[in-house]
């Protein structure tokens, strides 16, 4: 989708069709149009929580944000933003996107969901032996496909499951294979399901999936490792620099001796660590299960740590060296926690299959479709060999107009379906199957999908949510498509004038004060005094780290950079001279700087800083664009409304 993050994304902002405002009370008007109270209460309400400047909770703040969203949709209807075919394409792939979770049968979804949690919540270790036959195979070759598992079964059960995998495998019409592990959703469902529900030891009954005729023999069954919390410390790898990466694994061996000196290490991760998301938490990342960070030999390090504050050696991964720390062993998160996802998963593998047999049936009933069809011995009728050379057509004489079945108050003609027939004869499979079972599964799917279309055709009338979130999305279109007209597009090309307000706002654009040298990090106040003596009598780092870091321990750490305040390695208070520093407490450690160089407060360059002088140049321009759309649209402000929407936001808090 191309909506980009707006100044604020209000939820939920229209007068939906279908639905009218059940407070008549007005708010406020833009150029004479009604905003009610239901509707500001509602959005309101719904991002009270999600957003983080506190003034937008403020309702007098609130409502003038919510104002200017007012004012930029009417001046978006002015301009007929609606009415561009790019904005009418855009919105009709998102209603047809967002119908498809309101267009599902809940019961069965609930039931599979539960299902799913359970597959995920373990492994299987299995072997299986499967005899291939094609999915539209004919009975006859089902049929024989059928008798040779069932045999191949019985075999298994007088010679062994193993001695006859081994076998009769031969890679092409029957594989005997090891599947080793696996877990839920990672096999097709049919066979996930018979896995499952196998005992250990026993091998099942033969079924049936896409591929074939399988049994399957459960060797094992075991809870699933779940989820890690952990805290780590890195030191970056970089591509084709060798000499850089030993002094990386160097960095990272020195920070590990500091750990076994029984250093914190979560001060060592605020001063050292490279992960610059992580360090100032102690190097905390989010929870993860096993595959989620995509990197093989840091999770088997993270997963091998059983106790709580269990610290690994150093660890190499694809992207750098690493100590890790077990924060928390968790199990398989709860079924609540959980649900999304799992449903998301259920309606992208074969189990909606299941999901979508319970909605037909549903959606029959509800627009009152019966299961027979009396008609479809006409058109068995009317097919002959044609269709399998793909030339046939539609009769002469075709009955264009008759009505095949009625959905809800739409008619479905002869012609509807016919059309349908003559897209199936491009089918390869054609031939295998006779002209009743043609008609039959054509005529299965022309009614799920219309069944299907007609309630997505309706669904704005029959369900709230669903409106009122197509609303927000109909909206939010024509705000993308206003603000990149109006303000990003020009403020890109506006170069002249946005180099003037670099030139009228440069105090807004400076480096700050910063250090260029080196701080020494110890946790021990008698070792950073001795460094700082050091220093001071011109000693180099190399010379202090040999003198200092003695009997295999590393008691110190340099680090060399050009720093400002906001540098990891300084604390807050650190003052900016050249020379030696005095000794400061920072991390639970302490540190002392050599400041080699003081670069002064520096004007920025434009060049240096176009991109935020581009930002605040677009916020300029829309504040100024907002002050002419207020001038040209009239806000009426009903202040006694406003007064009761007050104490009900305060009364409900």
Do not use: C
Request: aromatic share 10%; charged share 30%.
């Amino acid at each position: 989708m191309k909506l980009k993050i707006l100044s604020l994304v209000f939820v939920t902002i229209t007068t939906i069709k279908g639905f009218t405002q059940d407070n008549k009370e007005v708010l406020f008007k833009v150029d004479n149009e009604p905003v009610y109270v239901t509707e500001f209460l509602r959005v309101y309400n719904k991002n009270l929580d999600l957003v983080q400047d506190e003034s937008q909770k403020d309702v007098d703040e609130y409502l003038n944000l919510f104002t200017n969203y007012k004012l930029k949709l009417r001046q978006a209807r002015e301009e007929k933003l609606h009415e561009k075919e790019s904005y009418k394409k855009e919105l009709s792939s998102y209603k047809k996107q967002l119908a498809k979770s309101y267009m599902s049968d809940s019961e069965i979804t609930d039931a599979l969901v539960k299902e799913g949690y359970n597959s995920i919540s373990h492994d299987v270790n299995a072997n299986h032996i499967l005899v291939k036959v094609d999915e539209n195979a004919t009975p006859q070759d089902s049929l024989l496909a059928y008798n040779k598992i069932k045999a191949l079964r019985e075999r298994t059960l007088k010679e062994g499951f193993e001695t006859v995998r081994k076998e009769v495998h031969d890679g092409k019409t029957i594989h005997g294979e090891e599947l080793g592990y696996f877990t839920g959703f990672k096999m097709v469902y049919k066979f996930e399901k018979v896995a499952f529900n196998t005992p250990v030891g026993e091998i099942s009954e033969p079924f049936r999936t896409r591929f074939g005729y399988h049994i399957v023999k459960v060797l094992d069954k075991r809870k699933s490792q779940g989820e890690r919390t952990v805290k780590h410390i890195m030191i970056f790898l970089k591509k084709g620099d060798s000499l850089t990466n030993s002094k990386a694994e160097g960095r990272i061996k020195e920070i590990y001796k500091k750990i076994e000196q029984g250093e914190p290490f979560e001060a060592l991760a605020k001063q050292f660590s490279e992960d610059k998301n992580t360090a100032p938490k102690g190097g905390l990342l989010a929870p993860f299960s096993s595959g989620v960070l995509r990197a093989p030999k840091f999770e088997e390090a993270a997963f091998a740590l059983q106790n709580v504050d269990d610290i690994s050696k150093p660890v190499k991964s694809q992207y750098g060296w690493h100590i890790i720390k077990l924060v928390k062993a968790k199990p398989i998160p709860s079924f609540e926690e959980l649900k999304p996802e799992l449903e998301a998963k259920i309606k992208k593998d074969s189990r909606s299959k299941l999901i979508e047999e319970a909605l037909i049936g549903k959606l029959k009933t509800k627009y009152g479709v019966g299961n027979e069809v009396p008609h479809l011995d006409y058109f068995k009728s009317i097919l002959n060999d044609d269709f399998y050379k793909n030339t046939w057509e539609l009769p002469s004489d075709f009955r264009v107009y008759d009505v095949l079945v009625k959905i809800g108050d739409k008619e479905l003609l002869f012609s509807d379906f016919g059309d349908v027939l003559l897209q199936q004869q491009n089918r390869r499979y054609r031939n295998k199957l006779s002209f009743d079972a043609i008609v039959k599964n054509a005529y299965n799917v022309f009614i799920g999908n219309s069944l299907k279309q007609y309630q997505e055709d309706h669904l704005e009338d029959e369900n709230e949510d669903y409106a009122y979130i197509l609303g927000e999305y109909r909206d939010g279109l024509l705000l993308f498509d206003l603000m990149e007209s109006n303000i990003w597009q020009s403020a890109k090309t506006d170069s002249l004038e946005i180099k003037n307000y670099y030139d009228k706002h440069k105090a807004s654009y400076f480096w700050p004060v910063r250090a260029n040298g080196v701080v020494a990090s110890s946790s021990n106040k008698k070792t950073i005094n001795k460094v700082a003596k050091l220093l001071k009598s011109g000693k180099s780092i190399d010379a202090i780290k040999k003198q200092i870091n003695v009997n295999d321990k590393v008691n110190v750490i340099f680090t060399k950079d050009t720093m400002g305040i906001e540098h990891q390695a300084l604390p807050k208070t650190f003052k900016i001279n050249k020379g030696i520093s005095k000794v400061y407490k920072h991390n639970n450690g302490f540190i002392v700087a050599d400041v080699k160089e003081v670069l002064p407060k520096k004007q920025k360059a434009f060049e240096e800083v176009k991109g935020l002088v581009m930002s605040d140049y677009q916020t300029y321009k829309e504040n100024l664009w907002l002050e002419e759309l207020r001038k040209k649209y009239p806000i009426e402000l009903n202040t006694d409304v406003l007064k009761k929407v007050k104490t009900k936001i305060k009364n409900n808090k």
